[in-house]
């Protein structure tokens, strides 16, 4: 069965700075791997996916996200934070044979220091 | 892009009451939904996916018979929690993909408290 795991439940960059949050997935194929945000009592936001092809995404927001099938991950990127993204982060893999489930991870919460 | 309405945003209810929120994809038809529930600092857990015109397929440990789920159309799914207690206080959010290779849009939730 896949599963994610992110390994920082918090994360605390100043305005500016760069960020990585990081995911690691379990899956016995190529999985379809998803980044969403989630602003707080809001429903998620799609920032991006890998379905296959190049494994360095670009998604909204001025994030991007690569996919590493060696070390099984597909961590999210933004060179420049701004306070604006300061969320919850959720990775999230689907089954790429059927595409109906969706697993989440535990989620990264954001916050951004002025 | 592709739009999911969720409503009510929140409810409050007394123990023993039923709830019925609702879900809709505006502007694609969507053959499968799906629910899940979401505790606070907590990730998403998927409770089922809605098919419509069929039944909902349910996740292990979630009550079939306490939350229903009916996907009477191609742009409506309600989840209906049954006989509400406190511990079903909770965020539910639902979702749709317009196609299989799509990826899943969210409604912004409900957050249900049971009082």
């Known amino acids: 069965a896949q599963s994610v795991t992110q390994p920082d439940i918090h994360i605390t960059v100043s305005e500016g700075a760069s960020l990585e949050l990081r995911c690691n997935y379990s899956?016995?194929?190529?999985?379809?791997l998803f980044w969403y945000v989630q602003s707080p009592g809001q429903g998620l936001q799609l920032l991006l996916k890998?379905?296959?092809?190049?494994?360095l995404v670009q998604g909204i927001k001025g994030f991007e996200a690569e996919f590493k099938r060696s070390q099984s991950s597909f961590n999210l990127r933004k060179p420049s934070v701004h306070w604006s993204d300061a969320a919850e982060y959720f990775c999230?893999?689907?089954?790429?044979?059927?595409?109906?489930?969706?697993?989440f991870g535990p989620g990264t919460s954001l916050s951004v220091i002025p | 892009g592709a739009v999911v309405s969720q409503h009510p945003s929140r409810v409050i209810c007394k123990s023993g009451t039923s709830v019925k929120i609702e879900c809709r994809s505006l502007?694609?038809?969507?053959?499968?939904m799906f629910w899940y529930r979401q505790f606070p600092k907590q990730s998403l857990m998927l409770m089922a996916t809605?098919?419509?015109?069929?039944?909902?397929?349910?996740e292990q440990g979630v009550e079939k018979d306490k939350f229903l789920i009916n996907h009477a159309s191609l742009t409506l799914s309600t989840l209906t929690v049954t006989s509400a207690h406190p511990e079903d206080s909770s965020f539910y959010i639902c979702?749709?993909?317009?196609?299989?290779?799509?990826?899943?849009?969210f409604g912004n939730g409900t957050r249900l408290t049971v009082t």
């Open positions: 999230a893999v689907g089954e790429k044979t059927s595409y109906d489930k969706v697993i």
């Open positions: 809605s098919n419509e015109g069929s039944k909902a397929t349910y």
């Open positions: 899956y016995g194929a190529t999985p379809y």
């Open positions: 502007d694609f038809q969507a053959t499968t």
């Open positions: 890998y379905f296959s092809g190049d494994t």
């Open positions: 979702s749709a993909k317009r196609a299989w290779d799509s990826p899943l849009h």
